[in-house]
């Protein structure tokens, strides 16, 4: 349910636990006066306070963030079995993959043991070219797997902004990702 004044999306925003209670009085002093949920969003993602993400999920009346010790950032994008988020580890301070196992699957078995299977396949990889694993984990029905998050564009985007990559930088990332599937190949994947 959408929150449509300050004071349901402050509440939201406190419901979420996103923000500890001095920066949750930094939000409150910083949006007071504003009456528009977007409004608010937007001040406190421009302050850094919370992602561009969290504030659509706030101003849509969502307030979960967390799954287990993991805060959610951002959604990078949906896979076949659920939706992949930019986390970060509440104690450790490090920014993480996690790829998730969308709830309507977990309640199939085949797609618990193919989502299992996947995370231990990865696991077997240690590579400089590849993401590493560093954890799968359950919360109730709910089946994860903790990456590695590398920072920085990824070859699309440099080519979406930058245009073709001149031939001997294409076949140099030819070469490094043909490396980096061999090592996954040679592990029977």
């Known amino acids: 349910m959408a929150v449509n004044t300050w004071d349901d999306f402050i509440g939201v925003l406190e419901k979420s636990k996103l923000l500890n209670a001095s920066r949750l009085a930094e ?5 007071a006066g504003l009456v ?3 409004a608010i969003a937007r001040k406190l993602v421009q302050q850094n306070l919370i992602s561009r993400w969290q504030a659509g999920q706030l101003v849509a009346g969502r307030h979960t963030f967390f799954i287990s010790k993991y805060r959610l950032i951002d959604l990078l994008g949906t896979e076949p079995l659920g939706p992949v988020f930019l986390a ?3 104690q450790m301070d490090r920014r993480v993959v996690l790829k998730t196992l969308a709830r309507r699957e977990g309640n199939s ?6 989502f299992l299977h996947e995370a231990q396949s990865l696991a077997t990889l240690d590579h400089r070219n590849l993401s590493h694993v560093y954890d799968v984990d359950r919360e109730g029905d709910f089946y994860y797997l903790v990456m590695e998050y590398v920072q920085g564009r990824n070859l699309q985007q440099a ?5 073709p990559l001149p031939v001997d930088a294409a076949a140099g ?10 090592h996954a190949h040679q592990r029977g994947i």
């Open 36 to 38: 528009e949920p977007t």
């Open 173 to 182: 990332f030819i070469a490094l990702a043909a490396d980096a599937l061999s």
């Open 109 to 114: 078995a085949s797609s618990v043991e193919r």
């Open 159 to 163: 080519v979406d902004s930058d245009g």
């Open 88 to 90: 970060e580890h509440t």
């Open 27 to 31: 939000a409150r002093r910083l949006t």
